[in-house]
């Protein structure tokens, strides 16, 4: 069989693949592949097409793209971890300049600016957290958090962590994955009316072994855990960290975590100038004060400002780079490889442009706003907004579960009259019934949530 290089893989090119294979010391791909189990190998024929020219590449992905439709083209009311924000024209501007779209990792020989950028950064997002210490972003919330927890577990050498059974289920999954087969994580059980933790399971459960307990504000149904001290003194009596997942768009109205007793703040930046993506526009940042013992423990790149040996110059740069994995390499703590550094670079010009007032008026306007369509849906005959009694922020549990109609149902009905619906909550939260979380921003006005209000009357009247 004739061999010949594939026009999009690199390195197939017969004579570099013999190159390759016998500088690593093997003859044959099948040698190189050995330690894999036989039932893993893929032993037939691939049916791959055949290679496309640029312009039909360009058009086959255009036409599979344009089967999306967007929420430009729909309203949206679906959040869940991935906020429809306004997003200002400067972010984009901003971070789509070469020197930082292009500079891979900051590192000196193609530093233009990079480093001090991520510093104004770290700097305007310490002040919204009320933090000294924020670390170059991870990939998203999940991972922050996950991070954190793992920084916890080292700092008091204690293996068990507690949190909330209102967490995202999708960011579970990654934190236990992310913990495992060291760290034992446990659920905390949650007030049916009000959906806070249940402060008395919590005692019950944490110990003298318990590294931390987590909980996030707003929580991942919506509403604003009001408890913070309690369960931050909870810990603290038992020497556990308390750690604090929040949404950063909140901050401008809500107290932050370290006001009531988070020594780790983390969350997602999305809602800081970030599009949606198709979900991926994550991106995760972690805060503590400045304390050697906490400082220590991050695995991500910290960035610091000295001056330098001329008078009045400053220069900026790694802080502690010697407990990286970077420079550690295998002997590291936590690995860490590529960030979402530009994503860092988005929220802090997000930050720059709204400054405190801008902050404040963006968490008043989604507030507002949040509260006049809970009002407008639980209008609504038979329809529970919210399900739950404690103060929302920008997404809320409506409870559908007394109108015969189904959260699927109710869905699809929306989304025929170009309406993106809430999230379906019916199979991660079984004991919620047909409800379903709805999430409302700065970007909806009044006449989008009387709109929604009356396609849901309209699709639970119809038979």
Not at 12 to 31: A, F, N
């Amino acid at each position: 069989m004739k061999k010949v290089a594939h026009p999009y893989i690199p390195n197939t090119v017969p004579e570099i693949k013999e190159q390759m294979l016998k500088e690593i010391g093997v003859k044959t791909i099948e040698e190189l592949f050995s330690g894999i189990p036989e039932e893993l190998h893929y032993r037939e024929t691939l049916h791959i097409p055949k290679a496309l020219s640029e312009y039909e590449l360009r058009r086959y992905m255009e036409g599979l793209l344009s089967k999306n439709t967007s929420t430009t083209e729909y309203l949206n009311f679906l959040g869940a971890g991935c906020w429809n924000h306004f997003i200002p024209a400067i972010c984009d501007e901003i971070n789509s300049r070469a020197e930082f779209v292009t500079g891979y990792a900051g590192d000196p020989y193609e530093d233009h600016g990079r480093f001090q950028a991520l510093f104004e950064y770290q700097s305007l997002m310490a002040e919204l957290v009320d933090m000294d210490v924020v670390n170059v972003p991870t990939f998203d919330w999940a991972q922050a958090a996950s991070t954190s927890i793992r920084m916890a577990t080292r700092i008091t050498n204690r293996t068990d962590v507690l949190l909330p059974k209102t967490i995202s289920p999708d960011r579970l999954k990654v934190i236990k994955n992310y913990c495992s087969p060291y760290i034992n994580v446990s659920l905390i059980d949650y007030k049916e009316d009000t959906g806070q933790i249940d402060l008395e399971d919590l005692e019950n459960k944490v110990s003298s072994n318990t590294a931390a307990v987590y909980f996030e504000n707003p929580s991942y149904l919506g509403f604003l855990e009001t408890q913070g001290q309690q369960i931050s003194k909870l810990a603290k009596k038992h020497g556990a960290i308390t750690i604090v997942g929040v949404d950063p768009s909140s901050l401008g109205i809500v107290e932050p975590p370290s006001h009531y007793g988070a020594e780790i703040v983390c969350g997602d930046l999305q809602p800081l100038g970030m599009h949606m993506n198709y979900g991926g526009g994550q991106s995760g940042f972690i805060a503590t004060h400045d304390d050697i013992k906490f400082v220590q423990e991050y695995p991500s790149r910290l960035f610091g400002i000295a001056p330098t040996v001329v008078e009045g110059e400053y220069g900026f740069g790694d802080v502690y780079y010697d407990r990286t994995s970077f420079a550690q390499r295998e002997k590291g703590k936590e690995f860490v490889g590529t960030q979402t550094a530009l994503w860092g670079i988005t929220a802090g010009v997000y930050l720059s442009l709204m400054g405190p007032e801008g902050m404040y008026e963006l968490g008043k306007s989604i507030m507002q706003k949040s509260q006049y369509a809970m009002q407008q849906i639980g209008s609504i005959p038979n329809v529970v907004a919210s399900r739950f009694e404690s103060t929302s922020f920008k997404e809320f549990v409506v409870d559908f579960s007394y109108t015969g109609k189904s959260v699927k149902e109710i869905n699809k009905y929306l989304l025929d009259n170009r309406i993106f619906g809430g999230k379906d909550l019916s199979e991660d939260f079984p004991e919620l019934q047909q409800s379903a979380l709805f999430c409302v921003t700065e970007i909806h006005t009044k006449e989008d949530i009387d709109q929604l209000v009356s396609v849901i009357k309209q699709c639970i009247n119809s038979k």
